[in-house]
């Protein structure tokens, strides 16, 4: 049972090159989510999706975009990447129901140089 | 709008000693409370949550929560902490009948364990 999976871990990027992270759970979630999290600021929401094709702005959304046309898998884009984009990022999933958990994914360490 | 407060950014504590980690949160409406860990590396792992019921809440690992609402605390407690502990702790809040976004997480309190 894997869980929530983020491809890929660690990843090092130069300044205005675009990449994509990649969320993949199996646990039939409809609530997706994307956070960064940097040293004490705690998780900020970038962007969530309440289903297949659809998603939503989080707190922090400027400078990243998302897709989740598959249930399973969500998305994250940085198209043209910038140095303050350098963060630990994770992916979360959840049930309908509000009074269940989040569950994580284990993050990406992405560098921009 | 919701809002939540980790009262302290680092806390070191010795072995075998108990610990408390505060957390208040600000809101008008009931909320359900949840503490996560984050271990070294890791993502974040439920520790243990409040919906209703009994304020005192037993977790994994031999942590508990009380929650208070005349205060609007949720305090994460252990009587005896071992190096395993050592990791960050989040508290968290959702609003019930909240959209999906409204997950409000705390800026996590980092716990060292000193032999």
């Known amino acids: 049972n894997a869980g929530v999976t983020q491809t890929p871990k660690f990843r090092v990027l130069k300044t205005g090159q675009s990449m994509t992270l990649l969320c993949a759970q199996d646990m039939n979630h409809e609530y997706m989510y994307w956070y960064r999290q940097d040293p004490g600021m705690g998780l900020r929401l970038i962007h969530y999706s309440v289903g297949e094709g659809t998603t939503a702005k989080g707190e922090v959304p400027d400078g990243y975009n998302v897709s989740r046309l598959k249930k399973q898998n969500f998305l994250l884009g940085l198209e043209s990447a910038a140095p303050s984009q350098t963060s630990v990022y994770f992916c979360?999933?959840?049930?309908?129901?509000?009074?269940?958990?989040?569950?994580f994914g284990d993050g990406t360490r992405l560098s921009i140089l | 709008a919701q809002s939540v407060t980790q009262l302290d950014s680092q806390v070191p504590v010795f072995e075998e000693a108990p610990v408390e980690l505060r957390c208040n949160y600000s809101?008008?409406?009931?909320?359900?409370l949840f503490w996560y860990v984050q271990y070294p590396n890791q993502g974040l792992q439920l520790l243990l949550k409040y919906l209703s019921g009994s304020t005192l809440v037993k977790g994994i690992n031999g942590f508990e929560a009380e929650f208070n609402k005349s205060q609007t605390s949720f305090h994460l407690r252990k009587p005896s902490v071992h190096i395993s502990d050592t990791a960050e702790y989040f508290c968290?809040?959702?609003?019930?009948?909240?959209?999906?976004?409204?997950?409000?997480f705390g800026s996590g309190t980092r716990l060292s364990i000193r032999p």
């Open positions: 979360a999933s959840k049930i309908i129901e509000t009074n269940q958990p989040q569950h």
């Open positions: 809101s008008s409406v009931s909320v359900y």
């Open positions: 968290a809040v959702s609003p019930p009948g909240s959209s999906a976004s409204k997950i409000i």
